[in-house]
């Protein structure tokens, strides 16, 4: 009987040392990241992407502008044909946002899949935890 419930105690204490280590590292994204439906999650984590690349991109158009007015000597008021200009700038940016787009889509439902694993073990082994301490 002593033997068996040494076995067992210090089943219970792996078993907690193991959720305490989850939940100091990963456990508390995890978690934090199951509050969401998976669309909700890629959704709020792409904003910020294309909020950057868009941002990225309004920089690229400063310093190609100017690098046309500096370099090439252009008058920004008779030399430059805008509708032509924006129209080249404005398929660049929609072709960045979607590529951007498309990869933090892939990356972010891959990252959210391998979190709602994790938790889900994590819970799982939680209630077997409980189970057995009743």
Known sequence: ???EYDDARKNRI??????ALY????GRDDLRKMTYFINDYVYRKNSGIRFGVLVGCVILIILYTLHKIVMEKLDIFT??????ELS?????VVITLIVYSIIGTVIHMIEYRKARLRATSYLNELQE???LER
């Open 129 to 131: 935890l409980e189970e």
């Open 88 to 92: 080249r700038i404005g398929v660049f």
């Open 1 to 3: 009987m002593g033997a």
């Open 23 to 26: 939940e100091k590292n990963e």
């Open 79 to 84: 030399d430059i044909n805008y509708v032509e």
């Open 14 to 19: 792996r078993v907690m040392t193991r959720f």
